[in-house]
């Protein structure tokens, strides 16, 4: 299918972007679980201001990046397998949606109260994992993005070009019960933690695809 080169061009931005944004937000996660950025380490500790900023940032942006990303694969696929990447981008709005929101009070809200050693009244928005609200709003928010990824690969033919792309996708979204549920059983959280390979793994093999895509004059 031709896409319009305007169509290609922000599909290799907003997929570039989510491939840098998610590789930013994964090294300092490894950091943060190494415990050097001041927490006690590992995948159960509260981040420290720091952490917030460094592990935030690229998350608050990732949302609104793999949203663009979505919408330009939507308008990229064939009118017959469109109602699959149409659902995948509703998923993906409602997952940037809600992991802004989450990521936003804390690096504006949250963050500097931490910092400030004031934290008497926000106990509801601490985000402490396993123990709190907004990290519950969190795992929901990258279960719906994994959906986003699982039904949006039914978007694709199964064909040698976009087969491996395909099945990336629908990797990413076979992750979504570990996400779902680690509220009830944290030690899911390895299994979750293959989102640091599935869905960079995507995002290289989406921009692949789009630097491959012809264009229509």
Do not use: K
Request: no cysteine; glycine share 10%.
């Amino acid at each position: 299918m031709n896409v319009s080169p305007s169509t290609r061009r922000l599909g290799i931005r907003a997929t570039g972007a989510s491939l840098a944004l998610s590789l930013a937000y994964i090294a300092a996660q490894i950091v943060e679980w190494m415990g050097l950025l001041g927490s006690a380490g590992g995948p159960n500790s509260a981040s420290t201001p720091l952490g917030i900023a460094l592990l935030l940032t690229p998350s608050l942006l990732l949302g609104p990046a793999f949203v663009v990303t979505m919408a330009a694969l939507h308008q990229a696929t064939p009118e017959d397998r469109r109602t699959f990447t149409l659902s995948g981008l509703a998923f993906a709005v409602i997952y940037a949606t809600l992991t802004g929101l989450v990521y936003f009070v804390q690096l504006t809200f949250v963050g500097p109260r931490i910092a400030a050693g004031d934290t008497q009244g926000i106990e509801l928005l601490l985000f402490v994992p396993y123990q709190s609200f907004l990290f519950a709003v969190d795992l929901l928010g990258y279960a719906l993005m994994s959906a986003a990824t699982l039904i949006a690969a039914f978007g694709l033919p199964d064909a040698p070009g976009t087969r491996a792309l395909r099945r990336a996708m629908i990797a990413n979204g076979a992750i979504l019960p570990f996400l779902a549920f680690q509220m009830f059983i944290p030690a899911l959280i390895w299994g979750g933690a293959a989102w640091g390979v599935t869905f960079p793994l995507a995002m290289a093999l989406l921009l692949r695809h789009w630097r491959g895509l012809p264009t229509s004059t």
